[in-house]
């Protein structure tokens, strides 16, 4: 089995390939010193979005983005949608 990433053990492979997506092509568009913030590594929590069609990702540093199927993103302007 391929390693997944422990915040994405839920969705399904087809959910988890457009995360890998977006997550690269957001990170590919950061400037070099953003790099470190958003890494794959340091996403802490997926959640499966089924009203927006995307998963909800949140990063070590706090901030929420949306990922959708496409590889686009957003910014999801949440504090955390767990309390942890």
Request: with cysteine.
């Amino acid at each position: 089995m391929l390693y997944r990433l422990p915040a994405a053990e839920d969705l399904s492979d087809g959910e988890y390939q457009f995360l890998l997506k977006a997550q690269r092509a957001h990170f590919i568009k950061l400037n070099s010193d953003k790099h470190s913030d958003f890494d794959v590594n340091n996403i802490v929590e997926v959640i499966r979005n089924m009203d927006e069609y995307c998963v909800d990702v949140r990063y070590l540093n706090g901030e929420w983005f949306h990922y959708y199927p496409d590889g686009s993103w957003s910014v999801h302007n949440k504090k955390s949608l767990h309390k942890m």
